[in-house]
């Protein structure tokens, strides 16, 4: 079956350092990668997508990158803040969308000022 | 706000009762996406509507769940006879559907209590 792997632990970063969460999936072979922001008590929020024959994606200071050999993406977030302490959730699509996003548990971050 | 939107916030239900939930996506999205989550983990999908069209259903979806979706505006998820398992936040997300990849908007979710 379908297995999505976050760290699952609290990921603890200091003020205006680099946050690396890393996403690995067996069993899969996703069209597309997506990566999540959830604050507690909401739905998620959108952040990135990347795409199969894509090897990395940035958006102001958040970049992705995606290794289908390995079956893994990184998600980082440079010069953090405390407003990006949250839970990060990558999530895997297949071509077509018919099957819904295929959640990981997400990776609570907390940074500290 | 013109983001989707969930009614209601929170419901809490003795076993064995019917609850219906009711999403309403963004106005040209012509997808929409229902999801699970329970505490901990990520949400679980379970449905999907293209337009009025419900195209796709998760084994998680067991025949006390229902999903409506008339004239391919507003969902309503539907559970009948709840059991404590359904205890869980119950996400609704829509996209616009145009290309191949989904960018998803969810909503707050429903968060359902079975006692």
């Known amino acids: 079956s379908q297995k999505i792997e976050q760290n699952s632990e609290a990921l603890n970063i200091q003020e205006g350092k680099t946050a690396t969460l890393t996403c690995n999936y067996t069993?899969?072979?996703?069209?597309?990668l997506q990566w999540y922001r959830q604050d507690p008590g909401r739905g998620p929020v959108f952040l990135l997508l990347i795409r199969e024959n894509e090897k990395e994606k940035r958006k102001e200071r958040l970049k992705v990158t995606f290794d289908t050999t390995l079956k893994q993406s990184l998600f980082h977030i440079t010069a953090s803040q405390p407003a990006d302490s949250a839970t990060y959730l990558c999530a895997l699509e297949g071509r077509g969308g018919a099957d819904g996003l295929t959640f990981g548990k997400g990776t609570h971050l907390i940074i500290q000022p | 706000d013109t983001g989707v939107s969930q009614d209601p916030r929170h419901k809490i239900t003795k076993r064995g009762q019917n609850v219906t939930f009711r999403c309403d996506p963004i106005s040209e999205h012509n997808r929409l996406y229902w999801y699970r989550q329970t505490l901990g983990q990520g949400p679980e999908f379970l449905t999907y509507f293209q337009n009025e069209a419900q195209l796709e259903k998760s084994r998680l979806l067991s025949d006390r769940f229902s999903a409506e979706r008339p004239k391919g505006s507003f969902s309503t998820l539907e559970i009948q006879r709840t059991e404590q398992g359904d205890s869980a936040m119950y996400l609704c997300?829509?996209?616009?559907?145009?290309?191949?990849?989904?960018?998803?908007?969810f909503g707050p979710g429903t968060r359902l209590t079975v006692l």
């Open positions: 069993n899969y072979s996703p069209a597309y």
């Open positions: 997300a829509s996209s616009q559907g145009l290309a191949d990849y989904n960018e998803q908007f």
